[in-house]
């Protein structure tokens, strides 16, 4: 670890109601301690209907764990069924907000130019980007993981891709200044260990998160390449967490189905090595 601060997501994914959810966060604040939170940053990102209930009592219990949203649409408002404007998640006080995680990728066909609109959006409303990169097995198999990685932060920051998915619907999207990739948090998910319970072994998840880090400094320079976060996002776990986030360029984890469990996901957090 560096002196990046580190940064524990959760994404809950589709589970938990919004009973569930107070449930959860409460226990998750009750297990961190005033040490813990001095340390690490952490966010919870439940599914939309939980956003509002999990904001009161972050809140009205003064609790330091910042609120998160797993997505959201390009357009601050118009005729979008079942999806939720930037705006709305601002109104709530979100802090962050994840874009291009793979399953949205995979499972509803966002391209990398949706990808693109949807940073853009999240940033023009004042909340901060999650942006998941990764590749899938057949990708690394092939030897083009960084490859891949590479091509997906450069179309999100430049706006441009190779892709034709949007149907022309997605507004044209300038590329991002210095300063706004700085503002980004990028987690490296290797697609192949998501909920599969397979892991990229910490030396791989270092040699991927280095070169992110060396795509964001070709980008937007050093300076910014070296403050800016990088989180590992493939099946973390209170086992496999202290090796992981020891590695150099490992600023934090995005954490999937252990951080429905307060125990787990308080274990990862408390992984994080102290100065």
């Known amino acids: 670890m560096s002196k990046r601060r580190p940064l524990i997501s ?3 994914k589709m589970n938990l109601n919004h009973f569930e959810a107070i449930q959860a966060v409460q226990k998750l604040a009750y297990r961190l301690s005033p040490d813990d939170h001095k340390a690490v940053d952490v966010s919870v990102h439940p599914p939309f209907t939980d956003l509002r209930s999990v904001q009161t009592v972050l809140e009205s219990d003064d609790i330091p764990i910042a609120l998160g949203a797993q997505s959201c649409h390009w357009a601050e408002s118009g005729a979008y069924t079942g999806e939720v404007s930037p ?38 409303h004042g909340m901060t980007p999650i942006l998941a990169v990764g590749e899938t097995l057949e990708q690394r198999e092939e030897a083009m993981a960084e490859a891949t990685v590479t091509s997906q932060l450069q179309a999100a920051f430049t706006g441009t891709s190779a892709d034709d998915g949007d149907g022309g619907q997605v507004p044209p999207a300038r590329p991002l200044t210095a300063h706004q990739v700085g503002q980004l948090v990028i987690a490296y998910e290797p697609i192949w260990a998501i909920g599969t319970g397979r ?32 989180q590992y996002g493939g099946s973390c776990t209170p086992a496999n967490a ?21 125990d787990s996901f308080a274990k990862i957090v408390q992984s994080v090595p102290r100065a």
């Open 10 to 12: 959760g994404n809950w």
């Open 242 to 262: 202290p090796d992981l986030l020891a590695q150099a360029d490992i600023d934090g984890a995005l954490v999937g189905g252990a951080s429905l469990d307060p």
């Open 87 to 124: 705006v709305m998640l601002a109104k709530l006080n979100v802090a962050y907000v994840i874009v291009g995680h793979s399953e949205r990728r995979q499972l509803f066909g966002e391209t990398d130019t949706v990808v693109a609109a949807k940073l853009r959006a999240v940033l023009a």
């Open 199 to 230: 892991t990229a072994t910490p030396d791989d998840a270092q040699v991927m998160c280095s070169t992110i880090r060396s795509t964001v400094a070709d980008q937007a320079g050093k300076e910014v390449a070296g403050s800016l976060r990088v």
